[in-house]
C-alpha cells in the first residue's frame, strides 16, 4: 500500500485560559487526539458546527500554531520534529488558503508583491521568472497579468479569494489546505472558485484538505470526509458512505439541518435541539449526549471508543456506543 501524502496520529492543540473570575487557569481542548490521512491526488473533507475546532486543526497541521500533542507527517517526513530552518524549507510544499480574503491579503502590497512573496522568501528562481510565474497564475485563477499592479481593494472579495489560490500555488505545493475558502463569497463566483479548487486535484501529486460548512459542496469536491465536534472526529470514511447513510447521530443531525428546495417542504431544516457544550467544561462521557435523541444511559459516563464499520480499504470509522457489539445491541 503506498504511503498518503499527509498522515496524522492524535494530534491535539489544548490552550490555557484565565477562569472566569480570575482565580487560576483551565484547559481549553480546542483539538483533542485527531487522526486521518490525505492520499494524492485526492481531498478530505473537515465539517462541523462553528467553534468545533476546524480551522485550529488547520493551522495546527502546517504549525502555524505549534501543536499541544500528536504527530504529523508529508510524505513520509515527520513535520512536527522539524527545526525552525527545517521547517521554513518544508513550508515549500505546503500552503494554506484562508477563510477571509479581506484580511489575508496586504492592503499595501500589489497583487504582484503578493504572489511573489513566497517565491521571494524561498528563492524560487530569479526574478524575470518569479514575474513570469505570478502572471501565470493570475491567468489561471481567471483574472489576468492585468491585475499584477493592482492593490487588493480594487477587486471583489471572489475576486480577493482567487488572488489568495495564486498566492497558495505560487510554490507548487504537494498539500493545500482550504479553510472555507468560499464561503465569503457569492453563490455566482462559488461555483468557479470551486471548480478551480477541484481542479488541483487533478495533479496526482497534489492533497487538499478542505474545510467547508456545506456538506453538498463536501460530497462533490472530497473523496473522504471528517466530522468533528468539540474537538474531536466522531466519524470519518468516504463521502458518498459517510453523507448518505451517516453512522453517528451527530452527522445524521447536520444532514436533517440542511434545507431542501422542494415546493410544499418547510423552508428550513430541522436545527439540531440543545447548546454546543463548553470546550472548557465539556460533558463527561460522549460530548455528544446531551444533544443526541438516541444516547443510551452508558453514553453519560463513558467516551466511546472508535468502531471500524468496514474491513475494505475505504475504512468507515465512528466513535458511537450505538455501533459498539457490546453495548449498541
Given at each position: 500500500?503506498?504511503?498518503?501524502?499527509?498522515?496524522?496520529?492524535?494530534?491535539?492543540?489544548?490552550?490555557?485560559?484565565?477562569?472566569?473570575?480570575?482565580?487560576?487557569?483551565?484547559?481549553?481542548?480546542?483539538?483533542?487526539?485527531?487522526?486521518?490521512?490525505?492520499?494524492?491526488?485526492?481531498?478530505?473533507?473537515?465539517?462541523g458546527?462553528?467553534?468545533?475546532?476546524?480551522?485550529?486543526?488547520?493551522?495546527?497541521?502546517?504549525r502555524?500554531?505549534?501543536?499541544?500533542?500528536?504527530?504529523?507527517?508529508?510524505s513520509?517526513?515527520?513535520?512536527?520534529?522539524l527545526?525552525?530552518?527545517?521547517?521554513?524549507?518544508?513550508?515549500r510544499?505546503?500552503?494554506?488558503i484562508?477563510?477571509?480574503?479581506?484580511?489575508?491579503l496586504?492592503?499595501r502590497?500589489?497583487?504582484?508583491?503578493?504572489v511573489r512573496?513566497?517565491?521571494?522568501a524561498?528563492?524560487?528562481?530569479?526574478r524575470?521568472?518569479?514575474?513570469?510565474?505570478?502572471?501565470?497564475?493570475?491567468?489561471?485563477?481567471?483574472?489576468?497579468?492585468?491585475?499584477?499592479?493592482?492593490?487588493?481593494?480594487?477587486f471583489?472579495?471572489?475576486?480577493?479569494?482567487?488572488?489568495?489560490?495564486?498566492?497558495?500555488?505560487?510554490?507548487?505545493?504537494?498539500?493545500?489546505?482550504?479553510?472555507?475558502?468560499v464561503?465569503?463569497?457569492?453563490?455566482s463566483?462559488?461555483?468557479?472558485?470551486?471548480?478551480?479548487?477541484?481542479?488541483?486535484?487533478?495533479?496526482?501529486?497534489?492533497?487538499?484538505?478542505f474545510?467547508?460548512h456545506?456538506?453538498?459542496?463536501?460530497?462533490?469536491?472530497?473523496?473522504?470526509?471528517?466530522v468533528?465536534?468539540?474537538?474531536?472526529?466522531?466519524?470519518?470514511?468516504?463521502?458518498?458512505?459517510?453523507?448518505?447513510?451517516?453512522?453517528?447521530?451527530?452527522?445524521?443531525?447536520?444532514?436533517?439541518?440542511?434545507?431542501?428546495?422542494?415546493?410544499?417542504?418547510?423552508?428550513?431544516g430541522r436545527?439540531?435541539a440543545?447548546?454546543?457544550?463548553?470546550?472548557l467544561?465539556?460533558?463527561?462521557?460522549?460530548?455528544?449526549?446531551?444533544r443526541?435523541?438516541?444516547?443510551?444511559?452508558?453514553?453519560?459516563?463513558?467516551r466511546?471508543?472508535?468502531?471500524e464499520?468496514?474491513?475494505?480499504?475505504?475504512?468507515?470509522?465512528?466513535d458511537?456506543?450505538?455501533?459498539d457489539?457490546?453495548?449498541?445491541a
Amino acid at each position: 500500500m503506498s504511503q498518503p501524502l499527509l498522515r496524522v496520529d492524535r494530534l491535539s492543540r489544548h490552550f490555557r485560559v484565565r477562569r472566569q473570575g480570575g482565580a487560576g487557569r483551565q484547559i481549553l481542548r480546542a483539538v483533542d487526539e485527531v487522526s486521518f490521512s490525505v492520499e494524492r491526488g485526492r481531498a478530505f473533507g473537515l465539517v462541523g458546527e462553528s467553534g468545533c475546532g476546524k480551522s485550529t486543526l488547520a493551522r495546527a497541521l502546517l504549525r502555524l500554531i505549534e501543536p499541544t500533542s500528536g504527530r504529523v507527517w508529508l510524505s513520509g517526513e515527520e513535520i512536527t520534529a522539524l527545526d525552525r530552518r527545517a521547517l521554513k524549507r518544508a513550508r515549500r510544499r505546503m500552503q494554506m488558503i484562508f477563510q477571509d480574503p479581506f484580511a489575508s491579503l496586504s492592503p499595501r502590497r500589489t497583487v504582484a508583491q503578493i504572489v511573489r512573496e513566497p517565491m521571494d522568501a524561498h528563492h524560487f528562481g530569479d526574478r524575470s521568472e518569479r514575474a513570469d510565474r505570478a502572471a501565470r497564475l493570475l491567468e489561471r485563477v481567471g483574472l489576468g497579468a492585468a491585475a499584477l499592479d493592482r492593490f487588493p481593494h480594487e477587486f471583489s472579495g471572489g475576486q480577493r479569494q482567487r488572488i489568495g489560490i495564486a498566492r497558495a500555488l505560487a510554490l507548487e505545493p504537494s498539500l493545500i489546505v482550504a479553510d472555507e475558502a468560499v464561503s465569503a463569497l457569492d453563490v455566482s463566483v462559488q461555483s468557479q472558485v470551486l471548480n478551480l479548487l477541484a481542479s488541483l486535484k487533478q495533479d496526482p501529486g497534489v492533497g487538499l484538505v478542505f474545510i467547508s460548512h456545506d456538506l453538498a459542496v463536501v460530497q462533490h469536491i472530497c473523496e473522504t470526509v471528517g466530522v468533528m465536534y468539540l474537538g474531536r472526529l466522531v466519524e470519518t470514511g468516504p463521502a458518498d458512505r459517510v453523507l448518505s447513510a451517516p453512522a453517528h447521530p451527530y452527522t445524521r443531525a447536520l444532514l436533517d439541518a440542511v434545507p431542501i428546495p422542494e415546493p410544499g417542504r418547510p423552508i428550513g431544516g430541522r436545527a439540531l435541539a440543545g447548546e454546543v457544550p463548553s470546550p472548557l467544561n465539556p460533558p463527561p462521557g460522549c460530548p455528544f449526549h446531551p444533544r443526541c435523541p438516541k444516547a443510551l444511559p452508558i453514553c453519560a459516563t463513558r467516551r466511546p471508543s472508535t468502531i471500524e464499520l468496514t474491513e475494505d480499504s475505504q475504512a468507515h470509522r465512528v466513535d458511537c456506543h450505538l455501533h459498539d457489539p457490546e453495548i449498541g445491541a
